[in-house]
T-cell receptor
Framework: NAGVTQTPKFQVLKTGQSMTLQCAQD?????MSWYRQDPGMGLRLIHY???????DQGEVPNGYNVSRSTTEDFPLRLLSAAPSQTSVYFC??????????FGPGTRLTVL | AQSVTQPDIHITVSEGASLELRCNYS??????LFWYVQSPGQGLQLLLK??????LVQGIKGFEAEFKRSQSSFNLRKPSVHWSDAAEYFC????????????FGTGTRLKVLA
């Protein structure tokens, strides 16, 4: 049981490049979410999903896209990276209104 | 809109001293309440949670938290801090029942002096 996995662990992009941050969970959780963590800002919700085919925006969705085709996977796409998207990204999953299990994070730098 | 406030950005305590980390929330009803801990370079780990019932909840690593409805607070406490408790602590609320949205506070970084 791997829990929540995220790839890659580190990534450096140039402004305007695109990339996908991968997130997978093997706990059959309905709820998955993406957060970004910036110094002094805590964790801010980007997008979340309550099940396959269902996604919604969080607090800071601009510049990010998501889709959820399976229960296990919830990728986060940056279509045109900007320096303001330099951050640490965490994926999390939970079984309803309960404890969220977090992945180890992806540290993204946009030059 | 609901919000979570952790008024202390940094706290320093001596090893063996007691600890209290403050958390206040703004929400129309009683939300689900959580405390998470993040060690450097790691993801977040749940310390404890409150859904209903006894307002004093026990968590892992000797932590406890008390829900006070009248003060909209959910403060985290530990009677005797260990050096390994040095980390960042986040309070979070989840809407009830709601949209599965969780709001996190900005965190309190704990430093422990030997």
């Amino acid at each position: 049981n791997a829990g929540v996995t995220q790839t890659p662990k580190f990534q450096v992009l140039k402004t305007g490049q695109s990339m996908t941050l991968q997130c997978a969970q093997d706990m059959n959780h309905e709820y998955m979410s993406w957060y970004r963590q910036d110094p002094g800002m805590g964790l801010r919700l980007i997008h979340y999903s309550v099940g396959a085919g269902i996604t919604d925006q969080g607090e800071v969705p601009n510049g990010y896209n998501v889709s959820r085709s399976t229960t296990e996977d919830f990728p986060l796409r940056l279509l045109s990276a900007a320096p303001s998207q330099t951050s640490v990204y965490f994926c999390a999953s939970s079984a309803g209104y309960d404890e969220q299990f977090f992945g180890p994070g992806t540290r993204l730098t946009v030059l | 809109a609901q919000s979570v406030t952790q008024p202390d950005i940094h706290i320093t305590v001596s090893e063996g001293a007691s600890l209290e980390l403050r958390c206040n929330y703004s929400y129309g009803a009683t939300p689900y309440l959580f405390w998470y801990v993040q060690s450097p370079g790691q993801g977040l780990q749940l310390l404890l949670k409150y859904f209903s019932g006894d307002t004093l909840v026990q968590g892992i690593k000797g932590f406890e938290a008390e829900f006070k409805r009248s003060q909209s607070s959910f403060n985290l406490r530990k009677p005797s801090v260990h050096w390994s408790d040095a980390a960042e602590y986040f309070c979070a609320v989840g809407e009830r029942p709601g949209t599965y949205k969780y709001i996190f506070g900005t965190g309190t970084r704990l430093k422990v002096l030997a």
